[in-house]
């Protein structure tokens, strides 16, 4: 139905993930002009967008627009695309969060994305990321749920 702003959405995220971006943008585009009210779910495939094409302030605004904050990828997008602009401690407390909604997460990342169907140069692209950050000294990690606000920890933690 050309007229469902939502069924267009969801198309062009599924055209997103397999990095169709010819397909997947119009309708991304043409979905949050009719209704910008639309679910920020969406802005998944402008994340992937910008990321793939490396604008990463523009990968990381969107990911940031995503705000679902207890669903395991918009914490993923918000970490790989701070990773690649080299913000390292705000990566590490993101995959801190990560963890804390979706436990074990970066260890079956890759499975669980290519079991979305998100197109292998986009998974690897993220894994590179992700790596980049684990590989990179940590500082300082946040315990949201404990209630201590910056704690010191060893470096390869």
């Given at each position: 139905n050309?007229?469902?702003?939502?069924i267009m959405?969801?198309?062009?995220?599924?055209?997103?993930?397999?990095?169709?971006?010819?397909?997947?943008?119009?309708l991304?585009?043409?979905?949050?002009?009719?209704n910008?009210?639309?679910?920020?779910?969406?802005?998944?495939?402008?994340?992937l967008?910008?990321?793939?094409?490396?604008?990463?302030?523009?990968?990381?605004r969107?990911?940031?627009?995503?705000?679902?904050?207890?669903?395991?990828?918009?914490?993923?997008?918000?970490?790989?695309?701070?990773?690649?602009?080299g913000?390292f401690?705000e990566?590490?407390?993101?995959?801190?969060?990560?963890d804390?909604?979706?436990?074990?997460?970066?260890?079956?990342?890759?499975?669980?994305?290519?079991?979305?169907?998100?197109?292998?140069?986009?998974?690897?692209?993220?894994?590179?990321?992700?790596?980049?950050?684990?590989?990179?000294?940590?500082?300082?990690?946040?315990?949201?749920?404990?209630g201590?606000?910056?704690?010191?920890v060893?470096?390869?933690?």
């Amino acid at each position: 139905n050309p007229n469902d702003d939502e069924i267009m959405a969801d198309l062009g995220l599924r055209h997103a993930v397999r990095m169709e971006w010819d397909e997947a943008l119009p309708l991304i585009e043409l979905a949050y002009r009719r209704n910008p009210y639309q679910t920020s779910t969406y802005r998944v495939a402008l994340f992937l967008y910008h990321f793939a094409h490396g604008r990463y302030q523009q990968a990381l605004r969107e990911a940031q627009s995503i705000g679902a904050r207890m669903v395991a990828y918009s914490h993923l997008a918000i970490a790989a695309a701070q990773a690649e602009l080299g913000q390292f401690d705000e990566a590490w407390r993101t995959l801190d969060e990560l963890d804390q909604v979706s436990p074990g997460y970066v260890s079956r990342m890759e499975s669980d994305l290519a079991i979305r169907n998100v197109h292998s140069d986009m998974v690897a692209a993220l894994r590179s990321a992700i790596d980049k950050v684990q590989s990179h000294p940590r500082k300082t990690s946040r315990r949201l749920h404990e209630g201590v606000a910056l704690l010191p920890v060893a470096a390869g933690n």
